[in-house]
């Protein structure tokens, strides 16, 4: 038809690329035919080197939960190494921007970048519905900010990434046949170091001001070790099944790098696919006995909720051993949950896996005792707001009680402190700021020294900006000191919140907090407090909806907004908006029914229905700032 | 053409009205995250019944540029010619 031969254009070139592999009969096998080794290589390139010597590989699955491709590490390696040849001219060290989709394309970029002695920078690949301009601007933004000379996209975001790069000095922005049609060098350079950078992960950080960790070879691989030593060990009957995306510490690292040094199978799930239809992630584990897989605790719950009665028969879960939680704060009740439902299929809720890391680290800190399934630590939330102290409490005894997750004691070779906040360190049970000292840290952000120095000291501590308290070693988060929201799975920082009001006519600079407060169902919520001079009820009407508009479009998320006169926020004595205060006096108005105050127009539910829960007085803060 | 563009629209609206039945009666032309009041789970929910519906998949390019209903259905429909022999 008219105006498509882009299309099927686009689709050929697609099936061409994944031909060779999409011809095979099944997944990879989950025995690799050669001996286990764990992560115990110099670099990534090595690690690869290894792995291609046997029968073990990536499988990627669509939303049907059909095999659309298989690329074995055989496979993985050979077309890396020939696209390195065609990398390698690129500069030795020079960033090259990927977008990360679940793709085998993206597997192989990411591999010639190491053949080729190239910094791979994997980008989100997760767009919004109607958020095409603002994605466009930050992968711009990531991509100027880590001065990359080239970037790559598998077909379905090369639209985006065209429309990114334009005017940017690359070499080339393009898809995998782009990259191919580049001028071989005759051989490959000289494999990377273990000093040289492995790759730059840009954390969770605020979209306006992105934070790329440089990670060296030496620190991922000093992390895998230690995982897959000491977190958990592996066997030749482990076969891995990840939904993560592959821009995530967890996906990247944990999965997508983690396998190839263990010499693991993986079946891939593109995380859109997941999040349409959670089921097939066990589904999948079920069909081909993956023994381990990892998800934050809003994964386990998004299938807690969509199961349906009939589906836990129907699915054998009973491989499953390590079902690992972590990357946001871990609620309890949404784990035994996912167990109770799932005890029919033989999932074992000692199968749970807590563990604590972030992507400065590479990707873990500690991981709780194996077997044992997410332990919860009771303790006295009175003693622990009014004093820092967390009180055993048990049941029986009189006050509130809140459980933390036990997220293990730290791996060998790292240390952890818990410091107040004029530094010093505390003892066990004492709530403060989690430090960390061990061998794969970040080098620093890239190019942002300022943002370097913030968080790691001379003497190598990092400061996580988590808050938490040990227990004979062991950690227990209870929640963040920095001021990091995370709203379903989604990381999103108040200043950007607070950016976008104060872009509104009606706002002036400094005029509104932005927090989160815990639902009755203990999921995290965002909060705009907005001071205006406005006073006319339909204006003010429109500029609530013009706010929550412009927040679903960058960032996706649902979130209370509330409007309020001039001098209603506190600050400090310098003169500076504080955000607890804030909350805390939100709360308390909440509390009095705020939407008789003739002072302040809230969102509620007569404006916007699914704010309604949230609207309603059980709010309670949460624990631990 | 026009029964494509009645179906299209009917199916929109009714994976719509799934998940959020206030919103079923929105504007054609109103912002339909923003209105609508859809986290990014719900937006897949919808997507996912309107993909099951009509079969076929929507590619995240044409889901990133729907701002309305009225958006999306033509995003949809443009991929439904695409397709016809």
Redesign the interface.
Request: hydrophobic content about 40%; charged content about 25%; aromatic content about 6%.
């Given at each position: 038809?008219r105006?498509?031969p882009r299309?099927s254009e686009t689709q050929e070139e697609n099936t061409a690329v994944l031909e060779p592999t999409a011809l095979r009969e099944g997944p990879t096998a989950t025995a690799s035919g050669i001996p286990l080794r764990s992560a115990d290589f110099a670099t990534l390139a090595e690690a690869l080197d290894y792995a291609a010597t046997g029968d073990s590989g990536f499988n990627f699955y669509d939303?049907r939960g059909a095999l659309t491709a298989s690329l074995p590490y055989r496979e993985l390696r050979a077309r890396a190494v020939e696209l390195a040849r065609r990398l390698a001219p690129l500069g030795r060290g020079q960033r090259l921007a990927l977008v990360a989709d679940t793709h085998p394309d993206f597997a192989v970029m990411l591999y010639a970048c190491q053949y080729a002695g190239l910094v791979p920078v994997p980008l989100p690949a997760a767009?919004?519905?109607?958020?095409?301009e603002v994605?466009i601007r930050h992968l711009r933004k990531m991509m100027r900010d880590c001065e990359a000379v080239a970037a790559f996209a598998p077909p379905?975001?090369i639209?985006?990434l065209r429309e990114a790069t334009d005017g940017l000095p690359l070499t080339l922005s393009g898809t995998m046949d782009e990259f191919m049609a580049l001028d071989a060098a005759d051989e490959l350079p000289a494999p990377p170091s273990a000093d040289e950078l492995a790759y730059l992960q840009y954390t969770s950080g605020s979209t306006r001001f992105p934070r790329g960790t440089m990670i060296t070879q030496a620190a991922v691989m000093a992390n895998l070790k230690a995982i897959f030593n000491h977190g958990f060990q592996l066997g030749d009957d482990d076969r891995f099944c990840s939904w993560l995306p592959y821009y995530h510490d967890m996906g990247l690292v944990g999965i997508v790098l983690g396998c190839v040094a263990t010499q693991r199978s993986v079946d891939y799930l593109p995380t859109?696919d997941f999040?349409?239809?959670p089921r097939l992630w066990l589904t999948l584990i079920s069909r081909n006995r993956c023994t381990v897989s990892f998800s934050p605790p809003f994964g386990y719950t998004?299938c807690a909720r969509r199961l349906r009665s009939g589906d836990a028969e129907a699915l054998d879960l009973s491989a499953w051993r390590v079902a690992g939680v972590g990357a946001e704060m871990i609620h309890p009740e949404s784990l035994e949950r996912f167990a109770e439902l799932l005890a029919p299929a033989g999932f074992k809720a000692s199968s749970f896996l807590p563990c604590y890391g972030m992507a400065e680290c590479s990707l873990a800190v500690s991981f709780a005792p194996l077997e044992r399934g997410a332990s919860s630590d009771w303790v006295d939330i009175d003693a622990l707001s009014r004093e820092g102290v967390a009180h055993p409490l048990a049941a029986a005894d009189a006050g509130q009680r809140k459980a933390f997750i036990n997220c293990g004691v730290p791996l060998p070779g790292y240390e952890v402190e818990i410091r107040d906040e004029a530094g010093r360190a505390l003892p066990e049970r004492h709530c403060g700021r989690i430090f960390l000292r061990g061998p794969s840290l970040m080098s620093g952000y890239f190019a942002n020294e300022e943002a370097s120095r913030e968080v790691l000291s001379a003497d190598g501590w990092l400061d996580t900006g988590d808050l938490g308290y040990a227990v004979d070693g062991a950690l227990h988060i209870t929640g963040r000191a920095k001021d990091l929201m995370i709203i379903?799975g989604?990381n999103i920082w108040p200043q950007d919140l607070e950016h976008l009001a104060e872009q509104q006519p009606e706002v002036r600079p400094t005029d509104s907090s932005a927090f989160s407060i815990t639902d009755g169902d203990d999921e995290e919520m965002a909060v705009l407090v907005v001071q205006t001079r406005e006073t006319d009820a339909s204006k003010l009407a429109l500029l609530a909806?013009r706010l929550?508009?412009?927040i679903?479009?960058e960032f996706?998320?649902?979130c209370l907004i509330e409007l309020v006169v001039p001098h209603t926020l506190p600050r400090t004595s310098s003169g500076k908006l504080s955000r607890s205060s804030a909350r805390k006096e939100f709360v308390e108005r909440r509390r009095h029914d705020a939407d008789e105050s003739p002072t302040c127009f809230i969102t509620d539910e007569t404006l916007?229905?699914?704010?309604a829960r949230a609207a309603a007085p059980e709010l309670a803060l949460s624990v631990g700032s | 053409m026009e029964d494509a563009a009645r179906e299209v629209e009917q199916v929109v609206r009714a994976a719509l009205a799934h998940i959020?039945p206030?919103a079923a009666g929105l504007d054609a032309d109103a912002?339909?995250?923003?209105?609508a009041?859809?986290?990014?789970?719900e937006?897949?929910?919808m997507?996912?019944a309107i993909?099951d519906r009509l079969d076929l998949?929507i590619?995240?390019?044409t889901?990133?540029?729907?701002?309305?209903i009225r958006?999306?259905c033509t995003g949809i429909l443009g991929l439904m010619?695409?397709r016809?022999p």
């Open positions: 038809m105006g498509n299309v939303g767009v919004h519905l109607g958020g095409r994605y379905g975001f639209g985006f859109r999040a349409m239809r998004l379903k989604r909806d929550q508009e412009k679903h479009a996706g998320i649902q916007f229905r699914p704010l | 959020r206030a912002d339909l995250a923003g209105e009041g859809l986290d990014s789970v937006v897949m929910d997507v996912m993909e998949s590619p995240v390019e889901l990133s540029e729907a701002h309305t958006g999306l010619q695409s016809t």
